[in-house]
């Protein structure tokens, strides 16, 4: 079983940055796909970034591109999502999920994520 955990949510003004974490218990010696989602009151969850077990690939969605920077540090198993010239519409709870291995392309599917963390909040007041 696979345990992710977010941290690193807040309360920012608009044009501010934060840093979003997310830890994943290792399982055996298996490195994973990781994703970002959020999901704002009212709306549907929208895929944020991911980004492939070596770092290598990464797909964003096209509201956070040039915005948002996923990456990730396999020696601590953690995966990090920069967010920088943060909007009110970015709004949201963010979630961090896990795959064994995951279709990657600019269209990555939720499915495919088994593993999701409970959630950290952020909040771009204008």
């Known amino acids: 079983q696979v345990q992710v955990m977010e941290s690193g949510g807040g309360s920012v003004e608009a044009g501010g940055s934060l840093r979003l974490s997310c830890a994943a218990s290792?399982?055996?010696?298996?490195?994973?796909?990781m994703s970002w989602y959020r999901q704002a009151p009212g709306k549907e969850r929208e895929g944020v970034a991911c980004?492939?077990?070596?770092?290598?690939?990464?797909y964003y969605a096209d509201s956070v591109k040039g915005r948002f920077t996923i990456s990730r540090d396999n020696a601590k198993n953690s995966v990090y999502l920069q967010m920088t010239s943060l909007k009110p519409e970015d709004t949201a709870m963010y979630y961090c999920?896990?795959?064994?291995?995951?279709?990657?392309?600019?269209?990555?599917?939720?499915?495919?994520?088994?593993?999701w963390g409970q959630g950290t909040q952020v909040t771009v007041s204008s």
């Open positions: 999920a896990a795959a064994y291995s995951a279709d990657l392309s600019t269209d990555w599917d939720a499915a495919d994520f088994g593993y």
């Open positions: 980004i492939s077990w070596s770092g290598g690939s990464t």
């Open positions: 290792r399982d055996s010696n298996c490195n994973y796909d």
